[in-house]
């Protein structure tokens, strides 16, 4: 068995282009849909990541303003530019760049951000309502990786899912996610023991662990025909790598993401989709149907 490649980045132009068309009709209904992003420190990778969610945003058509903090900014500081841009109505969605400088308390921050302009899903008012099954703002990782899975009709209901992280980014509301598709959800960790006797029934797989080369997901701990997602980034030798190793898990798998252009470019494309949804429900929109 081969498997086959989950080719976000295909997936995610595809998506692109539908957005395109929701902000044309927000924009010719008078509503122009406004991103802001938050970045504070010099941390290069970090400058990356957001350099390309601006690009993706003036790609679908969102307006988008970059603010950012020196390194030694306080609290006081970042609540109130974050103060600002929730009463400014003109701003739909904040983006809050994680990780944060060691000073900051990362979910006190994260709290002061409106959560009808939340489009990270990451404060406690969305992380409710996705356990309720009523969130319209979802992390953009865990969205990304539904849209994937629902784009190659990966069977989700009644499947194993095993989740390796249980991040507020990933692991979490992902596990919440996958349970409201009826799969019976595992969340190993760090302190998980034995964790091939987990892996090795999982129907999917996800792994977002980040430290290799000490950790790194090999055939052995594959079941044969599991779709395995790579959520990953690492950098070994000047090379990006996930957690996979992904020539000998792809003779075993059925589906698996590479890394990069797997999940990578999912995330950023359910940026702009949470973008889209804050508009439309702020300015109560009905041009468009945002999610698909």
């Known amino acids: 068995m081969t498997a086959i490649p989950m080719d976000g980045r295909a997936l995610a132009a595809s998506l692109e282009e539908r957005l395109k068309v929701a902000a044309e009709k927000m924009k010719a209904s008078g509503t122009e849909p406004m991103l802001a992003t938050i970045l504070v420190g010099d941390d290069q990778a ?7 969610k601006h690009k993706a945003a003036g790609r679908v058509g969102i307006r988008s303003r970059s603010y950012v903090l020196p390194e030694r900014a306080t609290e006081d ?13 003109s ?14 308390d990362e979910l006190t921050m994260l709290e002061r951000i409106d959560p009808e302009k939340d489009v990270d899903g990451l404060t406690a008012t969305n992380a409710g309502r996705l356990v309720y ?7 953009c990782t865990p969205r990304g990786i539904m849209e994937l899975l629902h784009h190659y009709s990966i069977p989700i209901r009644s499947s194993r899912a095993v989740i390796i992280n249980r991040s507020t980014l990933v692991g979490k509301p992902l596990h919440h996610l996958l349970l409201a598709e009826d799969a019976t959800v595992t969340v190993c960790h760090s302190k998980s023991t034995e964790l091939s006797s987990f892996t090795q029934h999982a129907d999917i797989l996800v792994t977002a662990v980040g430290r290799r080369p000490h950790f790194v997901v090999t055939a052995d701990m594959v079941k044969e025909g599991a779709v395995v997602v790579d959520v990953a980034m690492n950098r070994v030798d000047g090379k990006l790598l996930g957690d996979v190793d992904y020539q000998g898990v792809s003779e075993k798998a059925s589906y698996i993401t590479p890394v990069p252009g797997g999940v990578g470019p ?4 359910m940026l702009m989709q949470n973008t889209l949804i804050a508009t439309e429900r702020q300015n109560h929109l009905l041009v468009s149907q945002v999610v698909s």
């Open 46 to 52: 970090s400058r990356v990541y957001v350099a390309s």
């Open 77 to 89: 500081e970042l609540a109130f530019l974050i103060a600002g841009l929730n009463a400014d109505r």
């Open 91 to 104: 701003v739909n969605g904040i983006l809050l760049q994680l990780p944060l400088p060691p000073q900051f």
């Open 133 to 139: 099954g009523r969130a319209d703002l979802v992390p």
């Open 266 to 269: 999912m995330t950023v494309v």
